[in-house]
């Protein structure tokens, strides 16, 4: 069957033709849609498999793990940064193995487009001693998803799959099964006690040195089904040898026949680990070999030889970024292969200056008005406003955020930041989905520890930036994040968002207080209960359908409403005056009262049906 599917769902079709029945971890972009992908076959299909999301990764990694070492074929999906949260349990995993198939994957970001870091999955899968498979386009993403699981199963090893943004959201006509004979393995744990449940240092050495053995058998497994057929498929009459992995495969090949270059091109669909032995003894009949892959010298380390290897070690190949036809074009450059102009600079000119367009909040977010309120309270002079990972994130825009680094880290920072700069208030805030996923422990800490700070828990009951997939709260409300607070010996202050601003300064200006009080002792938290402006379960429950516009002969233009308030249908017209986009406004009336010093904003009464 042939069928036009984007990378990450022909990944989740893979998962199902593969067998796998337990699929679990936690979304964030590009790996998002693979998890969702499996529901909605499992859905469709009625198919009788696991596939849910988890409280984060490491919680999602060891769920998948103990299937898999139950004999079922698993699944565990998260993004880079995400198996750092794993990486724990991936560390011993790999060391202990496991019966049934299990593919862990891991989507990597090279690019920043929405991360936080670079990081290249393939060289945590080298330190952890396992496999890893790098697909260059969606069709691979599909065959090396089933590979990959059969791979796990014969070498009773994790197995990485690695797919890169470019490829988790291109979209290609798939060649696949045309139908889903779905017959998951039972599961069955043996017990096994020496190997499942190995104690340092005589279990886990004996498991370590098993580890070498296997890994060592996988890299020949790599050279006798992978890379031999390729090298000995080569006609041999190019001094110049390109060894290329995932991305970089697809767009090398794609330079060379648009350029003319006679090269000799291997595609390296294992990156780790590599016979290097035996890839050095081809690379003797070559003068140069240029090595693409991105983002991280992964495979040039491995085979690496000063004398003729080029590629990101030595700025051949560009060293951070993504990578683009123009960077191999450049590197051709270097070695000599090519003297033409660059036929891939951007071509494209305008008459006019196109506006820089920064991320910014949805119109109608109650995130905005909550930070708004924040900041008329706690004064940035004063105040500290470490944040953290989500789509609240964007209040960046507002200057509502200091400080970023990864998942729950606003609380851990907020701690050390109340410990180094004590004549400051620290405002953190948080969203309920990574509260839930790494900003409950740090907090348990600053209880501990009586740190001050004010924590925000900005409650939309939804993961939004990643699909708007349920947190824990909202799939299961017997989870209250209220409760969770309380149970740490603190009491959770609770807010119910408005659209008429002055309530929620009338509340920080309350939290202020009791924080200020002598009586207030260690961290203070707040839950804020809001809804997400793209959530059609909940946002018409909240959304009060009040339009705003501009008194033009009340704007002085103070630049209030676009910089401090930062609503997107705001900007000036031709006469210097603020206007409102109306196809944008999403109704929310948060700017009808406080926002403009001059009280410009008024109720459009005709478009808000007659409301006074």
Known sequence: MKETLMGNEAIAWGLVHAGVDMVSGYPGTPSSEILGTVQKIKSKRKLPLYAEWATNEKVGFEVAYAGAIAGKRTAATMKQVGLNVASDALMSAAYIGNTGGFLLISADDPGFHSSQTEQDSRVFAKFARIPVLDPSTPQDAYDMTRYGVELSERFETPVMLRPVMRVCHAREIIEMEDTTDFRPKEGKFVRNVPRWAAVPRDGRLQQGYEALDRIEAIAAYNWEHHLMPRFDALDGKSDVLILASGTGYAFTREAMEELGIEADLVKVEMPYPLPVEKIRKRME???????????????????????????????????????????????????????????????????????????????????????????????????????????????????????????????????????????????????????????????????????????VILDNSTIAMTGRQVTPERFNQTLDIGRIVEGMGIKCYEHTYSHEMHKNIDFFKGIKKIFESEEHQGPLVVRVRQFCILDNERKDDWVPGEYAVVDPELCVACDQCTTVYKCPPMAYNAEGKIEIDPFLCAGCGGCLEIVCPTDAFKLDEEKSGGKQ
């Open 285 to 455: 009949n070559y003068e140069k070999v240029l090595v693409v892959e991105e983002p991280y010298p992964c495979i040039e380390e491995q085979v690496m030889d000063p004398a003729k290897v080029h590629g990101r070690l030595d700025a051949t190949m560009n060293r951070i970024d993504e990578m683009k036809k123009e960077h191999i074009l450049e590197a051709f450059k270097k070695l000599g292969l090519y003297e033409g102009e660059n036929v891939y600079a951007p071509k494209l000119t305008f008459s006019i200056d196109v506006p820089p367009r920064p991320p910014a909040l949805c119109p109608g977010c109650p995130h905005r008005d909550i930070y708004y309120a924040i900041m008329k309270v706690f004064k940035k002079s004063k105040s500290i406003y470490p944040s953290d990972i989500g789509c609240y994130t964007l209040a960046l825009a507002q200057g509502a955020i200091d400080t970023i680094l990864c998942m729950g880290a606003s609380v851990s920072m907020a701690s050390g930041l109340s410990l180094a700069d004590p004549s400051k208030t620290v405002v953190a805030t948080i969203g309920d989905g990574t509260f839930f996923h790494s900003g409950i422990p740090p907090l348990i800490n600053a209880v501990y520890q009586g740190h001050r700070f004010i924590l």
